[in-house]
């Protein structure tokens, strides 16, 4: 039987595992992951932490909350390899647990459904191969599951809160991903 109570430390534990490996053993991996250091890195040179830019123009393919956040953590830590490349795979490990937290909102009489499916899902190939990458889709499945839970209390519980989380999902969503987002919450806040 799984216990519940050692669940995130068993998914905390793999994801550890997994990005520990992807930092040791893979370089960056280009087009994507490099051509987004590059924006960050332009970013930190000129000073510039509004608006990102790549080759001394402004890089509106994608909204800047990750270059944010990258250059956050340089102001920290210090220009270094690793922050870059923790800052998506971060928002893998929330995924786990606000999957969980989902989880626990829809099936609240089945608490095992809470334990294994964080499990589930970071054992499906592609989120154990897209957790470890320096892009912008953890960060919006991250923002996706904060706006579902939302969802989900406004429709169990009513108020305002479930609302406020929704809009709080779809806003962050939009710095990461632009109106991406509302594909994957409207249509279930509509239903």
Same mark, same amino acid.
């Given at each position: 039987?799984?216990?519940?109570n050692?669940?995130?430390?068993?998914?905390?534990?793999?994801?550890?595992?997994?990005?520990?490996a992807?930092?040791?053993?893979?370089?960056?991996?280009?087009?994507?992951?490099?051509?987004?250091?590059?924006?960050?890195?332009?970013?930190?040179?000129?000073?510039?932490?509004?608006?990102?830019? *790549?080759?001394f123009? +402004?890089?509106?393919?994608?909204?800047?909350?990750?270059?944010?956040?990258? $250059?956050? /953590? =340089? #102001?920290? !830590?210090?220009?270094?390899?690793?922050?870059?490349?923790?800052?998506?795979?971060?928002?893998?490990?929330a995924?786990?647990?606000?999957?969980a937290?989902?989880?626990?909102?829809?099936?609240?009489?089945?608490?095992?459904?809470?334990?294994?499916?964080?499990?589930?899902?970071?054992?499906?190939?592609?989120?154990?191969?897209?957790?470890?990458?320096?892009?912008?889709?953890?960060? *919006?499945?991250?923002? +996706?599951?904060?706006?579902?839970?939302?969802?989900?209390?406004a429709?169990? $519980?009513? /108020? =305002? #809160?479930? !609302?406020?989380?929704?809009?709080?999902?779809?806003?962050?969503?939009v710095?990461?991903?632009?109106?991406?987002?509302?594909?994957?919450?409207?249509?279930v806040?509509?239903?």
């Open positions: 039987m799984f216990v519940a050692r669940a995130p430390w068993v998914w905390t534990g793999l994801w550890i595992v997994v990005m520990a992807a930092i040791l053993t893979r370089p960056l991996l280009p087009v994507d992951e490099t051509r987004y250091l590059a924006v960050a890195w332009e970013m930190w040179l000129s000073g510039d932490y509004l608006v990102p830019h *790549l080759n123009e +402004t890089y509106s393919h994608k909204p800047p909350l990750l270059f944010w956040l990258i $250059n956050l /953590g =340089w #102001g920290v !830590f210090g220009v270094n390899e690793w922050w870059p490349r923790l800052v998506a795979p971060a928002f893998g490990l995924s786990l647990f606000l999957t937290r989902l989880a626990r909102d829809l099936w609240p009489d089945s608490p095992s459904v809470a334990s294994i499916a964080p499990l589930m899902l970071f054992g499906g190939v592609f989120w154990a191969l897209f957790t470890t990458l320096t892009m912008f889709d953890m960060m *919006l499945t991250a923002f +996706t599951l904060l706006g579902l839970i939302g969802t989900v209390r429709w169990r $519980n009513g /108020g =305002w #809160g479930g !609302f406020l989380l929704l809009g709080v999902g779809i806003g962050f969503g710095l990461t991903k632009g109106p991406a987002i509302l594909l994957h919450t409207l249509p806040a509509l239903a």
